[in-house]
Each structure stands twice: as structure tokens, then as C-alpha cells.
């Protein structure tokens, strides 16, 4: 295979697990280009002739960075994305993390895991915000993630990708303690 069709096939692929780590199905994804569901399915497969309009398109629909998209080197979010269990980009479960999974999502640049313990009896969330991106694995329990005026429930292996230059915070959703890993991204 010539170098640029790996190429080509490498941001069909990065375009392919966007879609799924934001659940979106190929029929939403086609509708929202203005595309035939077979022009968008080649998108993916073979990386060819997906218009520079189309992946500005995608990149702001998947909170990503265009560069992410043709490169897999810069993913500055500027929104958040949600994987439920089960569903979107397979991660492996704590502990055994495959660090190459998220990799492509923060640049390289990986921290060690933080483990986290929320009581229920803790004070709700203090809202935060820092640079680099976060990622946040709930490993047991309930994790309630709060940005300024939304929040999402979090039950044991779900996750959550964000910029956590929003304001945010995690408190305890349950009777029972909460636990979740972190992985922050300078």
C-alpha cells in the first residue's frame, strides 16, 4: 500500500472512531454532511475524496481540532464527549489501561492515572477549570460530572473526555462511594 493511501485510510479510520466515541450513527453523520449514506461509508473506509468543508464540518460536530482529523496529533476539545458503557470507543477497564487507546486523543502526552474516591457525604462539586484536557473513568459507583449549567450521571464504566477549561466539578451520585480515574492532559 502507497504511503498516501495509508494515509488517506488513517483519517477515514480517526473519522470512523470520532463518529462512534460521539454516537453517532453513519445515517445522522450522512444526513448532516448533505451526503449519500454509500459517499460517507467511503469517506471512512478508504479516507479519499472527503471535501476540506466536510471535515471542518466533522471536526466542530466532534469537538475536535481539523489538524486531529488529517493528522491525529492535535485534539483540543472544546466541548465534551460522554462514552457510555458498552458503547462508543472501547477503552480498557481500569487497571490495564492501554495508554496507545487515549493517545491519539491527547497528543501523546499522557499522565499517570489519578484514582479518586467520592463519599456520599461529601459537599457538592467545586467548580473548577484548568488547562489541557481531562479524561475521566468511573470505576465503581456513581460520579455526577457538573459543568457551569449541565450535568451528566456516570455509572461504573463510563467515561467522559472533555476541556476542562469549562468550569467543572465531580461529586458523589449514590448512597454508596464513588470511584473514578482521571487522566489529565497538560
Known sequence: MAK???????IGRRIQGLREACDVTVEEMAEELDVSVETYLNWEETGADVPIS???HMAREFGV??????TGTSAKLDTYQVVRSGEGKEVDRYPGYHYDDLAWRFGGKIMQPLEV????????????????????????????????DEEFVLNAG????????????????????AKFVTIIAE
Open 158 to 177: 463510563d467515561s467522559i473526555y472533555f476541556n476542562p477549561q469549562f468550569m467543572h466539578g465531580q461529586r458523589c451520585g449514590g448512597d454508596i462511594p
Open 54 to 56: 466536510a471535515i471542518y
Open 117 to 148: 474516591v467520592l463519599d456520599p457525604s461529601d459537599e457538592p462539586a467545586k467548580l473548577v477549570r484548568h488547562s489541557g484536557q481531562e479524561f475521566n473513568l468511573v470505576l465503581e459507583g456513581t460520579v455526577i460530572v457538573t459543568f457551569e
Open 4 to 10: 498516501d493511501e495509508q494515509e488517506l485510510k488513517d
Open 65 to 70: 481540532e481539523f489538524t486531529e482529523i488529517l
